[in-house]
């Protein structure tokens, strides 16, 4: 299971960033070919932020590149068989600084992998193993 998780939505267009992701999985997959199957990666959705760049200088502008990578990533993991991880983190679970999780809220990012690696592990054991 390998997570990618993206950060670079502040400062590029999301077709860069899903082309870059495209590429990444590619060479992954030449370099390990047992990461072709449908669990063996799983990308997070981007979380919101509302914390403007020099390149996306408004919250609606940063948030809408946000979206339209969240929407296209749904088409890409069609398309090259990985999942998609939602920790379903909300506007209100942001600081005060709008880019990080709050403190109160930290514990969604670890429980989320750990829930996502129990699916994985209960889909994956037998029956006559559970």
């Keep these: 299971m390998f997570l990618i998780g993206s950060n670079s939505l502040r400062k590029f267009s999301a077709s860069i960033v899903l082309n870059q992701i495209q590429h990444i999985i590619s060479n992954l997959r030449q370099q390990h070919p047992h990461l072709t199957k449908k669990d063996s990666i799983g990308i997070v959705k981007t979380f919101p932020c509302f914390k403007f760049s020099h390149y996306f200088p408004t919250p609606e502008l940063l948030q809408h590149n946000i979206n339209i990578f ?22 209100y679970h942001l600081s005060i600084d709008q880019l990080h999780i709050d403190n109160y809220y930290s514990n969604l990012v670890p429980n989320n992998i750990f829930n996502y690696f129990d699916r994985l592990i209960s889909n994956s054991t037998p029956p006559s193993q559970q």
């Design 70 to 91: 969240n929407e296209q990533l749904y088409f890409l993991a069609t398309n090259l068989n990985f999942r998609i991880v939602d920790f379903a983190i909300q506007p």
